[in-house]
């Protein structure tokens, strides 16, 4: 640990750091990690653009929208840049993430104001960038699907110190959905070995974790060679770690229902840190439309699924995800949507208007829906999902669970915490209960959280 003086020093030489971060936990993940990266080349984070010496907007592509916030984010950088180079001084613009995969060259071009675009596989490359930036000049790109090195080839650990950390173990996706830029702009599937993940998850118990959530675009295809040299399901990773010493919560992210195993299903009846709550999107319910997706699954799979998962874990909650206005389809797909919701009954939903994305086969495909068809499909199933968390919330009020209090809330003696199922929970309680996992009864369900008191 550097003394004071020192700390001092460094604040004062040190660059600062702003690092902005769309898209799903992946990118999270994947900012933290950037931090680190920059952390070597004393780079501190900072959380104002103003006093930043370089930003970098880790972006999503998934969908049109996401994407162009890129680009007023940007045209807003091209401002602040410009008024720092009259006042002599300088700024360094990178993007990163899906954006910078899928669209590098046509950036640099659109919006030339960026110093660096750099792929989610290339980021621990981003000094050697910044070193070609500073000798070259113009934009440096570097989107390459190099052998896999990135893991091996990044610093450890030591951005964010809180309870719970993201902690990615799968990346890429080998299913093409044929909606989804996934695959084209994370590349082909890949596990990273136990030993990598077992080593990583012990750093950051030690640093004061005691939740992790296993991140993975198709995280329940994770497989790979486990610390005895035979290969390992995602089951098995999860019986290791939930023998961790510490490690009291453990979550996976994003599953495809098509890889969930019978083994994984009956590790959330076996498992006690394993947290009842499971994402397994669906998109749609008519099989019509699921086979145009190419989702490789039907309604039928996944009610199958979900009910052996409620069988293992009865109190388990189911979250999803789904698209609307899908090209093909018409009321009765859309229709066939709402009743699959209506059996499953979720806790939790994403839902989106589909959104066609340059080079995926739907974006061509006939029978495009025009987007009022699309909102008025939105608005019917958000309000039907809608209704379902409530239920959801309310059946859950008068029970006494243990939360994890892990940030301050808005007002004082507020603490916000997490319970088993994912709510986010508003608790009365004092600053010396920041970070510890305690009993508290839920007393009142509210619009998007639960209020509830300490137990005694
Ligand atoms: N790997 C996950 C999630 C991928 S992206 C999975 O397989 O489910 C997260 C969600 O964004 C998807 O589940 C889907 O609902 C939505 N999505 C992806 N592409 C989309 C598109 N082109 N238009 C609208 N929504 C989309
Ligand atoms: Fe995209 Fe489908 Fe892969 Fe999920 S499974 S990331 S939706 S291609
Ligand atoms: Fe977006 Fe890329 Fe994640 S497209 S959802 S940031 S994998």
Not at 85 to 106: K, P
Not at 111 to 130: C, E, F, K, M, S
Not at 256 to 271: N, T, V, Y
Not at 305 to 322: H, L, M, N, T, Y
Request: charged share 25%; aromatic share 6%.
């Amino acid at each position: 640990m550097p003394d004071d003086s020192q700390r001092n020093i460094r604040t004062r030489l040190s660059k600062k750091l702003f690092v902005k971060t769309y898209g799903c936990q992946m990118n999270v993940y994947d900012s933290g990690r950037m931090t680190d990266v920059l952390a070597r080349l004393d780079y501190l984070e900072t959380e104002t653009v103003e006093d930043a010496d370089m930003i970098v907007l880790n972006t999503c592509h998934i969908r049109e929208k996401a994407a162009e916030k890129v680009y007023s984010e940007l045209g807003r950088l091209r401002a602040l840049k410009e008024r720092r180079r009259e006042a002599g001084g300088d700024l360094m613009i990178a993007v990163a993430g899906c954006v910078a995969q899928a669209e590098g060259e046509e950036m640099a071009r659109r919006a030339p104001v960026v110093d660096i675009i750099v792929g989610p596989q290339t980021y621990h490359r981003l000094p050697d960038l910044i070193t070609r930036h500073a000798r070259e000049g113009g934009t440096v790109i570097d989107t390459d699907f190099p052998a896999r090195d990135r893991f091996t080839s990044l610093p450890s650990r030591r951005h964010g110190a809180g309870r719970v950390a993201f902690l990615s173990i799968q990346e890429g996706c080998d299913k093409f959905c044929t909606f989804c830029v996934v695959p084209y702009t994370r590349g082909a599937e890949f596990s990273r070995p136990a030993r990598d993940i077992l080593d990583e998850a012990k750093a950051l118990l030690a640093s004061g974790v005691v939740e992790v959530v296993l991140l993975g675009q198709n995280v329940n295809a994770w497989h790979g060679e486990g610390t005895d040299g035979r290969p390992w399901t995602l089951a098995r990773l999860i019986g290791e770690l939930a023998s961790l010493d510490r490690l009291r919560r453990i979550r996976y992210t994003t599953s495809h229902p098509s890889d969930m195993s019978g083994d994984l299903i009956r590790a959330h009846g076996e498992i006690d840190s394993l947290m009842p709550y499971l994402h397994l999107p669906v998109q749609s319910g008519s099989d019509r439309i699921l086979k145009a997706m190419n989702r490789r699954h039907t309604t039928a799979d996944y009610l199958g699924v979900i009910a052996a998962v409620r069988k293992a874990r009865p109190d388990i909650a189911i979250s999803g995800d789904f698209i609307v206005g899908f090209p093909g389809e018409d009321d009765a797909d859309f229709a066939a949507t709402l009743s699959l919701v209506r059996e499953v009954s979720y806790a939790s939903a994403f839902s989106f208007k589909y959104s066609p994305r340059p080079g995926t086969p739907a974006a061509t495909a006939d029978g495009q829906v025009p987007d009022e068809v699309k909102a008025e499909r939105l608005g019917i199933l958000q309000h039907l999902l809608k209704d379902q968390q409530n239920t959801f919330n309310r059946a859950t009020v008068g029970h006494t669970v243990p939360v994890l209090l892990e940030r301050r809330g808005r007002y004082s003696h507020q603490l916000v915490g997490r319970s088993p199922w994912l709510q986010a929970v508003h608790v009365d309680a004092g600053e010396r209960h920041l970070g510890s996992l305690i009993d508290v009864t839920l007393t009142e369900a509210r619009a998007n959280s639960m209020a509830g008191m300490l137990a005694a």
